[in-house]
């Protein structure tokens, strides 16, 4: 089992940065891709960023790409997700996610196996 808890949600305006944390437990952290959905209000729940155990390979959706940044210390057992040039539309609850880099790669949800609890982000206008 994997236990993930993220942290470093919040209420921001628009063009601010968050930095969200996702510390992870539980068994060997580098065995793990890590990834981040995100779930507005009445919207299914959507890929956000991956990146697999080792770090070299990384994957975002379009929508994010230049603003948000992903990354991970392994020595921490961490994954981080920086975000810039926040915009209205980043307003969800990001959730952090582990698993195989396959199942992550494919970008859905339902494919996943372990999921923090998730952290608000608000962005206002």
């Known amino acids: 089992q994997v236990q993930l808890v993220e942290s470093g949600g919040g209420l921001v305006q628009a063009g601010g940065s968050l930095r969200l944390s996702c510390l992870a437990s539980?068994?060997?952290?580098?065995?793990?891709?890590m990834g981040w959905f995100r779930q507005a209000p009445g919207r299914e729940r959507e890929f956000v960023a991956s990146?697999?155990?080792?770090?070299?390979?990384?994957d975002y959706v379009d929508s994010v790409k230049g603003r948000f940044t992903i990354s991970r210390d392994n020595a921490k057992s961490t994954v981080y997700l920086q975000m810039n040039s926040l915009k209205p539309e980043d307003t969800a609850v990001y959730y952090c996610?582990?698993?195989?880099?396959?199942?992550?790669?494919?970008?859905?949800?339902?494919?996943?196996?372990?999921w923090g609890q998730g952290t608000q982000v608000t962005v206002s206008s």
């Open positions: 996610t582990a698993g195989a880099w396959y199942s992550i790669a494919a970008r859905r949800p339902a494919g996943m196996p372990y």
């Open positions: 990146i697999s155990s080792s770090g070299s390979m990384i």
């Open positions: 539980g068994r060997t952290f580098t065995r793990d891709a």
